[in-house]
């Protein structure tokens, strides 16, 4: 049984369809890289998914729940990691996590067992009375990422999950994924960086101006390219070697003129 | 049952922590004058409305008539809330943080509206408490205990007005210009207020 079905997902904005008819199955225990472009609907797509817009042609199933007419249970069970540290940073984290968790239906309890513990974990612990406006990119991303997963959802939505991480946490995040998906959680993970993707995913679906353009494995996304990396991959399948340089050297010249 | 669909301990935290927000936001009047983060910028607030309320609260017993006085009063009430609702609630009334951070969350939209209810109540309720002890209890000294009561009525209704007339405004702007425009006009009303407000304070 697939945990996300999507049907022919269209979305407009003032007569602009964004999302041009998207069909994807997801299998459970599996991490599902989502890339395209800056602007090519990934973001939308999300959104649609976690019930956080609901005005949408198609049909999206989470875990066999329509996410229309049970958008609270499909809530409930899910995760959504935010991009841009959209989060209230004159809060502490504890009070941030506090009130996520309660939102969740987390009780005192179970906050104070897990949250402190994450926190130490996510090394923010001496700083987790300090209000966020004072942190790092990173640091805010840490806790969003805590504030995701702390109800252990089933399946976990990430859009853009390392931006602003050092180089630690980014190698951190990555294996505490890999982990996520051996205890049998879907990962549906967002970003136009490739690098990262093509480490981790099963499963990769490429987007571009709302329509899906590549779907399979990064070995058949290979085949299909004839080429080494997933970047190349991906700018064979989006625009020409040569449009890019090209933009590039136009730039340069407008810069020295 | 009207509440349905409502879970209280959500509307509880969600506003709670709402105001705590409130509490540690700088005034947008503040922006330049002051260097140290507020311990409670809210309290801070609410004494400088009060003080203020003091002096045209004496204004009851200089103002031979009735009428004249009541008058007065009301326009100073009327003006001081569209102003802080322009200045400093825009921040709350147009904040689109909430999408981001609440919506993918199980809450149901009924729950949000009333605990974004409760947290505009609790809010005004605070400042026009500030603006209105001083010349309430004057008031109630010179005329009578009637008078207290009618002018707590009429502080209620005027209050109604002032959020309507901020709605209008927003709307007018919002529908004939940009949203540029709406932040350049807040920007407008947060320098007069600077002018009129803080100065005398520091």
């Given at each position: 049984?697939s945990?996300?079905e999507?049907?022919?997902?269209k979305?407009?904005y003032a007569?602009?369809?964004?999302?041009?008819g998207i069909?994807?199955?997801v299998?459970p225990?599996?991490?599902?890289?989502?890339?395209?472009?800056?602007?090519?609907?990934?973001?939308?797509t999300?959104?649609?998914?976690?019930?956080?817009?609901?005005?949408?042609?198609?049909?999206?199933?989470v875990?066999?729940?329509?996410?229309?007419?049970e958008?609270?249970?499909?809530?409930?069970?899910?995760?959504?990691?935010?991009?841009?540290?959209?989060?209230?940073?004159?809060?502490?984290?504890?009070?941030?996590?506090?009130f996520?968790?309660?939102?969740?239906?987390l009780?005192?309890?179970?906050?104070?067992?897990?949250?402190w513990?994450?926190?130490?974990?996510?090394?923010l612990?001496d700083?987790?009375?300090?209000?966020?406006?004072?942190?790092?990119?990173?640091?805010?991303?840490k806790?969003?990422?805590?504030?995701g997963?702390m109800?252990?959802?089933?399946?976990?939505?990430?859009?853009?999950?390392?931006?602003?991480?050092?180089?630690?946490?980014?190698i951190l995040?990555k294996?505490m994924?890999?982990?996520?998906?051996?205890s049998?959680?879907?990962?549906?993970?967002?970003?136009?960086?490739m690098?990262?993707v093509?480490?981790?995913?099963d499963?990769?679906i490429?987007?571009?101006?709302?329509?899906?353009?590549?779907d399979?494995?990064?070995?058949?996304?290979r085949?299909?390219?004839?080429?080494?990396?997933?970047?190349?991959?991906?700018?064979?399948?989006?625009?020409?070697?040569?449009?890019?340089?090209n933009t590039?050297?136009?730039?340069i010249?407008?810069?020295?003129? | 049952?009207?509440?349905?669909?409502?879970?209280?301990?959500?509307?509880?935290?969600?506003?709670?922590?709402?105001l705590?927000?409130?509490?540690?936001?700088k005034?947008?009047?503040?922006?330049r004058?002051?260097?140290?983060?507020?311990?409670?910028?809210?309290?801070?607030?609410?004494?400088?409305?009060a003080?203020?309320?003091?002096?045209?609260?004496?204004?009851?017993?200089?103002?031979?008539?009735?009428m004249?006085?009541?008058?007065?009063?009301?326009?100073?009430?009327?003006?001081?809330?569209i102003?802080?609702?322009?200045t400093?609630?825009?921040?709350?009334?147009?904040?689109t943080?909430?999408?981001?951070?609440?919506?993918?969350?199980?809450?149901?939209?009924?729950t949000?509206?009333?605990?974004?209810?409760?947290?505009?109540?609790?809010y005004?309720?605070?400042l026009?408490l500030a603006?209105i002890?001083?010349p309430?209890?004057f008031?109630?000294i010179?005329?009578?205990?009637?008078?207290?009561?009618?002018l707590?009525l009429?502080t209620?209704?005027t209050?109604?007005?002032?959020?309507?007339?901020?709605?209008?405004?927003?709307?007018?702007?919002l529908r004939?210009?940009s949203e540029?425009?709406?932040?350049?006009?807040?920007?407008?009303?947060q320098?007069?207020?600077?002018?009129?407000?803080?100065?005398?304070?520091?």
């Amino acid at each position: 049984m697939s945990v996300i079905e999507i049907t022919d997902l269209k979305k407009q904005y003032a007569g602009n369809y964004v999302l041009k008819g998207i069909n994807l199955q997801v299998e459970p225990g599996m991490i599902l890289g989502y890339i395209g472009p800056n602007g090519a609907g990934k973001s939308t797509t999300i959104k649609i998914i976690t019930g956080i817009i609901d005005e949408f042609e198609g049909d999206v199933k989470v875990l066999g729940m329509d996410v229309r007419n049970e958008s609270l249970e499909v809530k409930r069970r899910i995760g959504y990691i935010p991009e841009l540290a959209a989060l209230y940073d004159v809060l502490t984290p504890v009070e941030y996590l506090k009130f996520t968790g309660k939102l969740y239906g987390l009780s005192d309890e179970v906050f104070a067992a897990k949250g402190w513990e994450l926190l130490k974990l996510f090394d923010l612990a001496d700083k987790a009375e300090a209000r966020m406006n004072t942190y790092s990119k990173g640091m805010k991303q840490k806790v969003l990422l805590i504030s995701g997963l702390m109800h252990n959802p089933e399946i976990i939505f990430l859009d853009e999950p390392l931006s602003g991480l050092d180089a630690n946490a980014v190698i951190l995040v990555k294996e505490m994924l890999q982990q996520l998906k051996q205890s049998g959680k879907t990962i549906f993970y967002s970003s136009h960086i490739m690098d990262v993707v093509e480490k981790i995913s099963d499963r990769i679906i490429l987007i571009d101006k709302g329509q899906i353009i590549a779907d399979g494995t990064i070995d058949t996304l290979r085949q299909q390219a004839q080429q080494g990396s997933l970047e190349s991959i991906f700018k064979s399948l989006t625009a020409t070697d040569s449009v890019t340089t090209n933009t590039a050297k136009e730039i340069i010249d407008v810069l020295n003129s | 049952m009207p509440l349905s669909g409502v879970n209280l301990e959500q509307v509880h935290m969600i506003a709670s922590t709402k105001l705590t927000m409130d509490r540690r936001r700088k005034p947008a009047t503040w922006k330049r004058s002051q260097q140290k983060e507020p311990s409670n910028a809210m309290l801070y607030s609410m004494m400088v409305y009060a003080l203020m309320g003091l002096f045209v609260g004496l204004m009851i017993f200089l103002v031979p008539d009735f009428m004249l006085a009541m008058i007065i009063l009301h326009t100073y009430l009327l003006f001081m809330l569209i102003m802080i609702l322009i200045t400093d609630f825009s921040n709350v009334l147009l904040d689109t943080s909430d999408s981001q951070i609440i919506l993918p969350k199980p809450v149901t939209s009924r729950t949000l509206l009333v605990a974004r209810t409760l947290h505009i109540i609790v809010y005004l309720g605070q400042l026009i408490l500030a603006i209105i002890i001083c010349p309430l209890i004057f008031s109630t000294i010179r005329y009578g205990i009637p008078v207290g009561v009618t002018l707590l009525l009429t502080t209620i209704l005027t209050t109604a007005i002032g959020i309507f007339v901020t709605y209008i405004l927003y709307g007018l702007v919002l529908r004939y210009t940009s949203e540029q425009k709406v932040k350049d006009i807040i920007g407008y009303f947060q320098v007069f207020m600077t002018v009129f407000l803080r100065w005398p304070t520091r």
